[in-house]
């Protein structure tokens, strides 16, 4: 009876031993793993972002897309942006001369349809006007 005491009592010290070394070594071990694995899977993943938002591209194709603004500037760069996936375009803008050349150009990039609408969307006529033409298109 005795015996199974002492060895209960080495088991007992060897179990300490390991609990200390482990306590000593593993916090950081892990301290450092974190500090080599975290920047290097926040590197991969902002590379992957990267890769997914300029060369992956999103079916348009049987969508209506109205872009205001599109005679200049952002409004006509998104409009070419989405007659390259081959979305249908709405273009409005004050200026209609402006918006024949770049609904042109739209279908040139690949736009199935594009109609063009001269509207100020400052004019609460102007918005139903061409919010009823995108739904009629």
Sequence with gaps: MISKFT?????????DFINFFLNLAVPPACLVMLAFAWPTL????ACERLYNTLYTMENMEDK???????????GEQ?????????????????REDRL???SEKARHFGA?????????????????????EAITY
């Design 112 to 132: 199935k349809q594009v109609l063009i609408t001269a509207a100020d969307v400052v004019k609460e006529d102007d918005c139903r006007r061409f919010v009823n």
């Design 42 to 45: 926040c590197f991969i993943r």
């Design 78 to 94: 998104i409009a070419y942006e989405y007659a390259k996936r081959g979305a249908s375009l709405l273009l409005v803008a004050r």
């Design 100 to 102: 024949r050349g770049i």
């Design 7 to 15: 060895n209960l009592g080495i088991l007992s010290s060897a179990m």
């Design 64 to 74: 209506v897309v109205i872009i205001t603004g599109a005679s200049s500037g952002i």
